[in-house]
DNA sequence: GCACAAAGTTAGACATGGCTAACAATCTGC
DNA sequence: GCAGATTGTTAGCCATGTCTAACTTTGTGC
């Protein structure tokens, strides 16, 4: 139920925060405003999962790219791209592996698995898309792969077909 | 160090993994690229930061709004918009407090310090550029609002400057 | 002003993601 | 084909973020 009572504005013993907002929305709206509770958190859930989500999509990904590039996938090469300590790779491997994104056999390299390599082209595509369309707006390239490899985790597919257009027309 | 020697193309006892990129850049590359390594790691570094930020500015954007609305931040509205339960909220609390950006009392209501104020701000401006140019580009509110939830943690001031002039200009 | 409802806290489980240290396997160069 | 370098694994630490269950405090309605 949350707030349903004359609560807006109780403001008791409350150091009744001057300037919180600075400028908002100035129009003190009344007292019912429920519908946009609901909607936050719908997109906070969605942002939930797509956090949930976002390591093994990098990890996918550059795998595809490091099998691609160099023939194999090594720990000790994820670990140099990605920036992190080798045993710290070997670990999310496992996990990878326990979902069934990827094979591996003790000290040897990685290979994906069906869903892997599905989901590192879906990844591929997303980052292609997002890189495109920052650079196409103006941005350098170095932001550009940065801001993409954030950002390419949190597009849906409407946004995505949004920033293809744009990128091609421009 | 990572891979020096006539690495690429070893192809051993491994599958040699047919398509792992469908279409690639086609022209095979010599064997030098170590520069995208460590860029890559960078842009990896940056994303990994940012991460670790994100439920904090999600946090604080979140309580001044409810501050402002409802004149007051309870752990319960928190859990409601967030989508989370209250004990999550609580322990999330205890770290912000931690990290001087809220203050506290035990089954009190929850107040931003100046530092919690100011990345309020910081956050809100952020979220409002994100969702104005993603309306403005054309996406539908209710998915521009979870994109810019989303999106809004991995935008570089650069990104964001073009994002405005963008919304702006259009 | 008391009983009951609502809100908040604490404890503890479990998964993730980072690290270091210690050990094991593999590979390379003679 | 062996010594030494490189790579990989395992164990274990720590912080975070989610949950449920049990308890405490606060607030409401009569
Ligand atoms: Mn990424
Ligand atoms: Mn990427
Ligand atoms: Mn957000
Ligand atoms: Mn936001």
Redesign the interface.
């Known amino acids: 139920m949350?707030?349903n009572l004359p609560?807006?504005?109780?403001?008791q013993s409350?150091?009744?925060?001057t300037d919180?907002?600075?400028e908002?929305d100035p129009a003190p709206?009344a007292t019912s405003?429920d519908r946009p509770?609901d909607?936050?958190?719908?997109?906070?859930?969605?942002?939930?999962e797509?956090?949930r989500n976002?390591l093994a999509e990098?990890y996918v990904e550059?795998i595809?790219?490091l099998?691609?590039?160099?023939?194999?996938a090594r720990p000790?090469?994820i670990a140099?791209?990605?920036?992190?300590k080798v045993p710290t790779v070997s670990k999310t491997l496992d996990r990878l592996a326990r979902e069934g994104l990827i094979t591996r056999a003790k000290y040897r390299?990685v290979?994906?698995t069906d869903d892997g390599?599905s989901l590192?082209?879906e990844c591929?595509r997303r980052h292609e898309i997002v890189l495109r369309f920052?650079i196409s707006?103006?941005?350098?390239p170095?932001?550009a792969?940065?801001?993409a490899?954030?950002?390419e985790?949190?597009?849906?597919e409407?946004?995505l077909a949004?920033?293809s257009a744009?990128a091609s027309r421009s």
């Open positions: 949350a707030n609560y807006a504005f109780t403001c409350i150091p009744c925060d919180a907002m600075t908002f709206h405003d509770a909607l936050r958190a719908g997109a906070f859930q969605g942002v939930r797509a956090r976002e990098d550059l595809a790219e099998i691609h590039d160099q023939g194999e000790v090469d140099a791209r990605l920036g992190v390299s290979f994906l390599r590192a082209k591929r920052l707006l103006g941005l350098d170095v932001t792969e940065r801001d490899e954030g950002i985790h949190h597009v849906s409407r946004t949004l920033f744009f």
